[in-house]
């Protein structure tokens, strides 16, 4: 005689899942069958109660439409991974962060009438550089949890309209006026190494309060309050065609020398390099309801103001046309030199290892920023004005 | 920006491996699909719930097979996501809340022969099935969820990476804690404990 089957073996005849062998058995024991016996009926009361499970197929939607949803899902993801991978670059995320702080410190002015729903924010007329504690963009730009909160809330909110895509060569200043839509200056008697033509970009970041104010918390700054009247807001930056003319040897556009650890290298190797890059003013829209004022003193009072600091600056500075250039509190000096027929703004930053200056000024719509390695400041002023 | 350029060009390099993955991911998802929604439709009662939840059964697959290794039993992998998937929604208070007037409406649409106040029993006592099954080891639920489902003890062993002959006993053992556990709750004695 066969040995007496498990409770397993048992429950899986009861299934008809038992070899045909086995299953003998309890036709010759009676132990078996009582035991199977007492297991049906376990079985038959836990069928009762699981028959939602085996109910009907029910309706729901096809596989074809259910594939239509999915690939809509698919997509979206692709789209917000590269987004997300695309703000997570060094490069990109402080170009970003400038971007943020620059459509936070912007303001308007009193007596500024509005016109329409939406109003054209702020066109950049003139440059006026404001001393900041870089202490809490290097939170947002690190690669800490706040950095990486940052990131995400950057690619959640940021939609790119327009990509710029890869800087293109241009042979001249003729094909680079071509290119960038306006007219390129170049030093008269002076060669370029290279010139870049960046293509134009667009994007609309919506604000999202609540994960933008849990962002300040996180800082360490809950007593900046962002107005519940910025939630839901729509921005939209439009930035026009720049163009880049290297003098001397140059890194590549756009590679991250600032982000460099060795700068001294950075240093040695573009020793004489000169870059003049010029550029139509980006402008910002933004709802006509949207608080700016309460926006900009947060954002300046973010970057190291007092609260007395950033209300006076609020109240000096004409909004719509300034563009504010944060510079390291302690690190930069700045001063105003006359350049180009109008006044410009000269930063010079004297590291120890690899010194910086760069000269700006806006002329005829158009922003000029001239930028090199040294002390040599007085060469970027010569140069700006012997412009054609 | 060069950085950004350079991603962007990977992807491109990459457009026409994803292609191919696609046309795989589509076969699979007609084959699986129809499967893997009953089971959660049944498990939680509410349609729009059941869609979302195999969406992201699939969502994950997806995912999983653009990092790991492509998992090899792709149906199976499937099954296992969705009724955690399931389980969790459940779980899940306010969305039981939710599910408990989803399900009662669904069930009085559905169904002519029993009286309103029999549905209402009826839908009690599922509730407290599915508390139960929520409360129990994962494992077990999910072996009993696809028994009561219909699956056989291949399909179920291919599902949960056991072996065939071993249901019979897992069976057992989970009918006898679900039965504890039912019991339990059904006469107030304690609340469904997850373990």
Redesign the interface.
């Given at each position: 005689m066969q040995q007496h089957l498990?409770?397993?073996?048992?429950?899986?005849a009861l299934?008809g899942?038992?070899d045909t062998e086995r299953a003998q058995h309890i036709e010759l024991c009676a132990s078996c069958r009582a035991r199977q016996q007492q297991?049906q009926m376990?079985?038959l009361?836990?069928?009762r109660?699981?028959a939602?499970?085996?109910?009907a197929?029910?309706t729901?939607?096809s596989?074809?439409i259910?594939?239509a949803?999915?690939s809509q899902?698919?997509k979206k993801?692709k789209e917000r991974s590269?987004t997300k991978?695309?703000f997570s670059?060094p490069?990109?995320r402080f170009a970003a962060v400038a971007l943020v702080l620059l459509v936070l410190i912007l303001a308007f002015p009193s007596t500024r009438t509005l016109a329409g729903e939406i109003l054209n924010l702020f066109r950049v007329q003139q440059v006026q550089v404001v001393s900041v504690d870089f202490t809490g963009l290097e939170q947002l730009t690190g690669d800490g949890a706040l950095g990486n909160q940052f990131t995400e809330l950057l690619a959640d909110s940021v939609e790119i309209e327009h990509?710029?895509?890869?800087?293109v060569v241009a042979a001249s200043a003729q094909e680079a006026s071509q290119l960038a839509g306006f007219d390129v200056r170049i030093p008269t008697g002076m060669t370029p190494s290279q010139i870049n033509v960046?293509d134009n970009a667009a994007l609309s970041l919506t604000v999202d309060r609540a994960r933008a104010q849990a962002l300040l918390d996180e800082a360490g700054r809950s007593d900046l309050d962002l107005p519940a009247s910025v939630d839901g807001a729509e921005i939209t930056v439009s930035i026009p065609a720049a163009v880049s003319v290297s003098f001397g040897t140059c890194p590549?556009?756009?590679?991250?020398v600032a982000g460099n650890t060795e700068q001294s290298t950075t240093e040695r190797r573009y020793p004489d390099c000169v870059i003049l890059a010029q550029m139509p003013s980006p402008s910002v829209n933004a709802p006509a309801d949207l608080d700016i004022e309460a926006l900009a003193r947060i954002g300046l009072e973010f970057t190291g103001m007092t609260a007395e600091e950033a209300a006076e600056l609020t109240s000096t500075v004409d909004w719509t046309s300034t563009l504010l250039v944060p510079i390291p509190r302690g690190g930069a000096v700045h001063e105003q030199v006359s350049v180009d027929g109008v006044t410009g703004t000269l930063i010079m930053r004297p590291s120890s290892e690899t010194p910086q200056y760069a000269l700006l000024w806006v002329k005829d719509g158009i922003i000029y920023a001239i930028s090199g390695l040294g002390m040599d400041s007085q060469q970027a002023v010569e140069m700006a004005n012997g412009l054609p | 920006m060069i950085d950004s350029m350079k991603y962007f060009k990977r992807e491109s390099a990459d457009a026409a491996r994803a292609e191919a993955g696609s046309l795989e991911l589509e076969a699979l998802f007609l084959e699986h699909w129809t499967s893997v929604y009953q089971i959660l439709r049944r498990l939680v009662g509410d349609p729009a719930e059941a869609e979302d939840l195999a969406l992201e059964a699939f969502l994950r697959l997806y995912r999983h097979n653009q990092k790991k290794p492509k998992v090899e039993n792709a149906g199976g992998w499937l099954y296992r996501v969705a009724t955690r998937l399931g389980l969790n929604s459940i779980r899940e208070w306010k969305r039981r809340e939710q599910y408990e007037l989803t399900a009662v409406q669904y069930a009085l649409e559905e169904t002519t022969q029993l009286s309103p106040a029999e549905i209402l029993a009826q839908k009690e006592e599922w509730r407290q099935v599915r508390l139960v099954l929520a409360g129990m080891k994962e494992r077990q639920s999910q072996l009993l969820i696809l028994r009561y489902s219909g699956f056989s003890y291949k399909e179920i062993a291919s599902t949960l990476n056991v072996t065939p002959s071993s249901i019979g006993p897992l069976l057992v053992r989970a009918e006898g804690e679900f039965e504890k556990k039912y019991r339990a709750l059904a006469q107030g004695n304690a609340p469904a404990k997850k373990e």
């Open positions: 498990s409770d397993g073996e048992l429950r899986a299934d899942e038992l297991l376990k079985q009361e836990a069928g109660l699981f939602f499970l085996a109910s197929e029910q729901g939607p596989a074809q259910a594939w949803r999915f899902q698919i993801q590269m991978r695309w670059m490069v990109v990509e710029p895509g890869e800087p960046t590549r556009p756009g590679t991250d | -």
